[in-house]
């Protein structure tokens, strides 16, 4: 087998006196759909934000495609082929839609300083393409700050796309939407995944979410990985129901 | 020894006014994030009230003491009438526009001050039973001083109980960290915005009475203090109490010594160690990082798109009254006079300078407050190159906005570490050093002292301080008035339109993006720090074109084409035209100059361009460029502005 795109061996992070991620490890194939679920405050996002270079672990190593991206600032590890979504969508509000991707294009490009030809007249057909394989082909020309939250989202995930990455990182890709939306957002993800053979990791509090789409999930416990595998033992393990999920859901589960 | 004693002792006593003013002013802007910059007239007035209130009360025991209270509430309820006839109407503007808004009322104060108790410096009256002096190891130490030195410690643990004892105290400070939070819980956010202009114009006033027996009240006290107090809010450390008395006592003990130990450094020792406290800890002393709490949530800049129609005949049009004007001049000298030719000229100058700025201010988000660094340094550039090597015009205009980037890389380079209002104060720091270097002519201290090392014979004198450097006229062929004017709107125009294209163009794009998003920008790969220090110096270098221009078309240059004031200019500019357009800093700027023109002749001009301004601020709190929003606007069928003119 390959090398796996991401490979990640005993990363900690501490606050304080508070072991906020303790000594994780874990590894992501191409193509692969891997589930970070965890109750509130379980280091989550402090794991996602050490992938992404926003905080620097105290000890452990990161692997991108084998290569050491442990500490790089997020720029550089964006570069290097990974795309990420926030919990609460990051976009540039006084730009449209269709800027929006082009300024990941353009950036991909090494293009960003650039000082004469106008930005909105470059990649319009590329931007369009991505847009239009998220659903957002119409809007391309409306602000951003106008958008419902559900199709900022769908923004985002195009952004995201615009580097061709082998990794994405999606933090709650879907949190804050409506049901609806949710199922098609991530069947969107799950298409483009299986399209192009991109690792995704992604975190989510909705269940449902979780065990219609990924092909494996880690459960995470006061930083530390309390159980990993396929759904289907995830949801069989006694100590994530008795942890994660709590007594009461119990029979839901079952 | 004794020598050493009463010196830190004066130093500590003149710390005290210093810091019932920063404290206020800290206090002030931790819960609503105005920068008041009308704290130091608060100051004034508290001051030119204690006088007032102790002739009215005489100056015998208690009645002096309650006269000094009795000043700082009345600047406390000054202050709570600004917050309640002018700041509550513009909250929810851009950010920093209530900061012209206060910069209307320095302006009015001024005047009124000047009004009620005319041009005379006032003498203090002296405290009750404290006009002597005590002996320490010798020397004399005024008995007064000792009661300045209480003060602080005193108002410093009154305001902490304030703040930890009281429930009004929490909220204060839960308003500084989260102020949404805050209203989310059902505070009344009117009531303790009021109740904390209220405390903090009410320790300006204070500081201004206190300090009556040592310094008086003048017409200058205003300006004198307003740029200390901010250094020293800043080195303590935004929104901390403690970090503004630690500073305060700093910058106090620097100024008293440093004028025995560098009589000619103390203008810029201050704004010294601000820089370097800012290089080293980028939050001051005592400060935290900016939370990402909830500020106040500003409606986003609409997208940019190309010049319309409207856009491009009101363009052509102004462009076409431009070319026409020394036309008209030649045929009707009688009605626009060379005067007209020359306002223009100055009017064409500035709006490249705003344009400049708005640069970096409005698609970069980082607001300068030293920006005439830049247009004075441009001006200082082409003048010394002209004066030691006889460079001819066309050279010097290249000079100058090339001298002015390489000042801006250098001092870019610290400035883009920070960001929000540190950001602007560094930015300060280092104008107001260069403006020093050029006041007391560092450069020719250095030569001298090279050449005694060297046994060369130096020049007296490089920049000349306050003389400046006289007799920069353009070369021959753009020496008539009319050719000069061209020249002006010709560099000017084309100036305009090459920041305008780099705005359009990817580099624009990214720097709003950087404004607009910093964490996204970071995920889609930007390195926005390298971003903002390229959009410093094109700025600095457009600056400094500018400063080029000024500089032959007044055939002289002084040091107050870096000064403050001028900073603030240019600011006032951008924010009066509107920040979230690029057609709002050519308005801004064209206004501003033209009005300023007017009422110069005028007596009591202050006022009357501080009310302006006032008036400007209520009326259309987007900028002038939003006039087409507005009612009277739209009947004229200006609008929509802010969309069709972005």
């Known amino acids: 087998m390959s090398t796996p795109i991401l490979e990640v061996s005993n990363l900690s992070k501490a606050y304080g006196g508070v072991q906020a991620v303790q000594d994780v490890s874990f590894v992501l194939n191409a193509g692969e759909l891997l589930a970070l679920i965890g109750p509130n405050g379980a280091g989550k996002t402090t794991c996602f934000n050490m992938l992404m270079g926003q905080i620097k672990p105290d000890s452990g190593v990161i692997r991108l495609k084998g290569n050491d991206i442990t500490g790089r600032p997020p720029q550089r590890i964006w570069r290097m082929g990974v795309g990420r979504t926030f919990q609460i969508t990051a976009t540039f509000t006084s730009m449209t839609v269709r800027e929006n991707v082009q300024m990941a294009l353009i950036n991909h490009q090494h293009a960003s300083r650039r000082w004469w030809k106008p930005a909105a007249a470059t990649d319009v057909a590329h931007a369009d393409a991505l847009l239009g394989r998220v659903g957002m082909a119409e809007q391309g020309d409306r602000a951003c700050s106008v958008l419902a939250y559900g199709d900022l989202k769908r923004v985002e995930l195009a952004v995201a796309l615009a580097n061709d990455p082998d990794l994405l990182l999606m933090d709650e890709p879907t949190a804050g939407m409506a049901p609806k939306e949710r199922i098609e957002l991530m069947q969107l993800a799950a298409d483009i995944v299986s399209e192009r053979g991109i690792g995704v990791l992604f975190t989510e509090h909705d269940m449902d979410v979780v065990f219609a789409h990924a092909h494996r999930i880690m459960v995470l416990n006061r930083g530390c990985l309390l159980a990993e595998g396929a759904p289907k033992s995830v949801r069989a393990n006694a100590q994530v129901r008795e942890i994660y999920l709590g007594s009461t859901v119990r029979a839901e589960v079952e | ?646």
């Open chain 2, 1 to 646: 020894m004794g020598d050493f004693i009463v010196t830190l002792l004066t130093g500590l006593s003149s710390a005290a006014a210093l810091f019932l003013v920063a404290s206020g002013l800290s206090i002030i802007f931790g819960v609503t994030r105005i920068v008041n910059f009308a704290h130091g007239s608060f100051y004034m007035l508290g001051s030119y009230i204690g006088v007032t209130m102790v002739t009215a009360l005489g100056s015998g025991g208690i009645a002096y003491w309650l006269a000094l209270l009795i000043a700082a509430v009345a600047v406390g309820v000054i202050g709570v009438a600004m917050e309640v006839l002018l700041l509550r109407r513009v909250y929810q503007a851009p950010e920093l526009f209530q900061l012209i808004a206060t910069f209307g009322v320095i302006l009015v104060i001024q005047d009124v001050t000047l009004w009620i108790w005319g041009p005379e410096d006032i003498v203090g009256p002296r405290a009750p039973g404290l006009s002597g002096a005590v002996t320490i190891f010798g020397e004399k130490l005024p008995e007064y001083d000792l009661v300045l030195i209480a003060v602080s410690p005193v108002v410093l643990i009154g305001l902490w109980l304030l703040f930890n004892r009281t429930r009004w105290g929490t909220l204060v400070r839960a308003a500084t960290l989260d102020r949404q939070m805050v209203a989310a819980l059902g505070v009344n956010q009117r009531w303790l915005f009021t109740g904390v202009l209220f405390l903090g114009s009410a320790l300006a006033g204070l500081g201004g009475a206190i300090q009556l027996p040592k310094g008086g009240a003048d017409l200058l006290m205003d300006f004198n203090i307003i740029a200390a107090a901010f250094v020293v809010v800043v080195v303590g450390g935004m929104g901390s109490i403690g970090g503004a008395f630690l500073a305060a006592m700093l910058i106090g003990l620097l100024q008293t010594f440093g004028i025995q130990i560098f009589p000619n450094s103390t203008l810029i020792l201050m704004f010294l160690v601000m820089a370097v406290v800012l290089i080293f800890r980028p939050w001051g002393l005592l400060g935290k990082p900016e939370s990402p709490g909830h500020g106040p949530v500003e409606a986003p800049e609409a997208p940019l798109r190309p010049a319309n129609r409207k856009l491009r005949i009101i363009g052509s049009g102004v462009l076409a009254f431009l070319l026409m004007l020394p036309v008209a001049h030649l045929l009707l000298p009688s009605i626009i006079g060379d005067f007209t030719l020359v306002l223009v000229v100055e009017i064409m100058i500035y709006v490249l300078f705003a344009a400049a700025l708005h640069f970096i201010m409005g698609p970069g988000g980082l607001v300068s407050f030293g920006h005439a660094a830049f247009f004075g340094g441009g001006a200082y550039a082409a003048a010394l190159m002209v004066k030691f090597t006889d460079a001819p015009m066309e050279i010097a205009f290249w000079v100058a906005p090339i001298g002015a980037a390489l000042l801006a890389i250098l001092f870019g380079w610290f400035c883009v570490r920070l960001t929000g209002v540190y950001f602007a104060m560094l930015t300060l720091a280092f104008a107001q050093i260069a403006w020093a270097i050029m006041f007391q002519d560092a450069p020719a201290s250095v030569a001298k002292a090279l050449g005694e090392w060297f046994g060369w014979t130096a020049v007296e004198q490089i920049t000349a301080g306050d003389d400046g450097i006289l007799g920069i006229w353009p070369a021959e062929w753009a020496s008539s008035r009319v050719t000069y004017y061209y020249l002006t709107v010709g560099l000017v125009v084309a100036g305009l339109l090459v920041l305008r294209r780099i705005l359009f163009a990817p580099f624009g794009y990214t720097l709003r993006a950087g404004r607009d998003s910093p964490l996204r920008a970071a995920a889609i790969g930007i390195d926005l720090k390298q971003h903002q220090w390229i959009a410093f110096t094109i700025s600095g270098a457009f600056a400094g074109l500018a400063g080029a221009l000024f500089v032959y078309s007044k055939g002289s240059v002084f040091p107050t084409s870096m000064e403050i004031a001028r900073s603030f200019d240019a600011l006032l500019m951008v924010l009066l035209g509107g920040v979230h357009s690029l057609v709002g800093p050519i308005v801004g700027a064209a206004t501003f100059t033209w009005l300023n023109d007017i009422f110069n002749e005028l007596s009591y001009w202050r006022f009357l361009l501080g009310a302006t301004i006032i008036a400007l601020v209520l009326l259309l709190p987007n900028g002038l460029v939003s006039l087409g929003d507005t009612s009277v606007g739209r009947r004229l069928g200006l609008g929509p502005g802010r969309e069709a003119l972005a």
